[in-house]
Nanobody, 119 residues
Framework: QVQLMESGGGLVQPGGSLRLSCAASGSIGSINVMNWYRQAPGKQRELVAAITRGDNTNYADSVKGRFTISRDTAKSTVYLQMNRLNTEDTAVYYC?????????????WGQGSQVTVSS
């Protein structure tokens, strides 16, 4: 079983920055992709950013140039640096990790971190 522990959410003014962290532990095995999703009130959950085992990254159009996803393989941790935040970035952010452990795939989710952008 894989556990994910998120940290770093909070309240920030428009134009500000926050960094989210998500540390994986347990039966991690080989991680294929680490994702950040978000869900705003009344909206569907959307993929914000992804980073693969080969360090390829992908971003939602709405965050390109403002958000950066990165990972520390040794710590099994993924980060989301969020700059130039605006009110539309307000949401609960979820970490998601998909991988394989002894030929069994897993799809683990974090508990969610509230990010509120408001003046």
């Amino acid at each position: 079983q894989v556990q994910l522990m998120e940290s770093g959410g909070g309240l920030v003014q428009p134009g500000g920055s926050l960094r989210l962290s998500c540390a994986a532990s347990g039966s991690i095995g080989s991680i294929n992709v680490m994702n950040w999703y978000r869900q705003a009130p009344g909206k569907q959950r959307e993929l914000v950013a992804a980073i693969t085992r080969g360090d390829n990254t992908n971003y939602a159009d709405s965050v390109k140039g403002r958000f950066t996803i990165s990972r520390d393989t040794a710590k099994s941790t993924v980060y989301l640096q969020m700059n130039r935040l605006n009110t539309e970035d307000t949401a609960v952010y979820y970490c998601n990790v998909r991988g394989v452990y002894f030929l069994k795939t897993y799809d683990a989710w974090g508990q969610g971190s509230q990010v509120t952008v408001s003046s």
